[in-house]
Nanobody
Framework: QVQVVESGGGLVQPGGSLRLSCAAS????????MGWYRQAPGKERELVAD???????NYADSVKGRFTTSRDTAKNTVYLQMNSLKPEDTAVYYC???????????WGKGTLVTVSS
């Protein structure tokens, strides 16, 4: 069993910053990738950013230059630093963990980010 737990969401004003954290625990053998998706009300879940075991990162065009993902491999933890937040960034942010050479993703329950004045 693998558990994935996000933290760090909340209410922030436009232009502000938030840092999300995500920790994977349990039967962790070898991390293939960890990352972040988000789902806004009435919209489909979309990829925000991810980072592979080799350290390669990938970002949605809408967050490039504003969001940065990083990891602490010793803690099986990934972070999402979100700067210059916009109201359209409001969503539930979900973290996932994928094992090396496996396509299945384990998901967290999500953390709500609200960008509003």
């Amino acid at each position: 069993q693998v558990q994935v737990v996000e933290s760090g969401g909340g209410l922030v004003q436009p232009g502000g910053s938030l840092r999300l954290s995500c920790a994977a625990s349990g039967s962790i053998f070898s991390i293939g990738a960890m990352g972040w998706y988000r789902q806004a009300p009435g919209k489909e879940r979309e990829l925000v950013a991810d980072i592979t075991s080799g350290g390669s990162t990938n970002y949605a065009d809408s967050v490039k230059g504003r969001f940065t993902t990083s990891r602490d491999t010793a803690k099986n933890t990934v972070y999402l630093q979100m700067n210059s937040l916009k109201p359209e960034d409001t969503a539930v942010y979900y973290c996932y963990y994928r094992e090396y050479r496996n396509t299945m993703k384990y998901w967290g329950k999500g953390t709500l980010v609200t960008v509003s004045s």
